[in-house]
């Protein structure tokens, strides 16, 4: 019988050490995990603001993008891909969010730290990344015009 306590003890520690650190369901810090979890565009479009996926939409019409491609851009986790909220800093309509992101399987993105702005939007945490497409959107438009313009004198 103590035997079995004490495997039993055992495996829950292992279990239990194996986890890691947990954050309610809706917080900031748990977004990240849930990013892993996104097979589609349409999954991880729900963690990120309306803006965000309409200058995502206006960026993959622009360049005749299939979704993949789009869902590529926002996916910054994948299933191997751990991370650690190294900062924090609360305002009073968002949150600045740094992570350090580790991947034994992608040597490339180890230590790497990402800055995510963060807003409540109809009561759910969302990554906004709205200015960041649209300045991207912006200098490539500005190149294919500049080039275009370049090719008639």
Known sequence: MTSKLFWIFLA???LGLSCGKKYPQNSPENI???IK????????SSFYTKGTMDAVYKYQQ???QEEFFAF?????????????VIGKKEEHDFVIMDIRLED???????GIVLSLKLIQENGQWKIDKEDDI???LNSASQR???GYLNKLH
């Open 12 to 14: 829950l520690l292992v």
């Open 32 to 34: 990240p995990e849930m």
């Open 37 to 44: 979890k996104c097979k589609n565009l349409s999954d991880i």
């Open 62 to 64: 622009y360049f005749s």
């Open 72 to 84: 590529k851009m926002l996916q910054f986790m994948e299933d191997s891909s751990s991370y650690k």
């Open 104 to 110: 034994p399987k992608r040597e490339n993105i180890n």
């Open 134 to 136: 649209k300045r991207l």
């Open 144 to 146: 294919s015009a500049e």
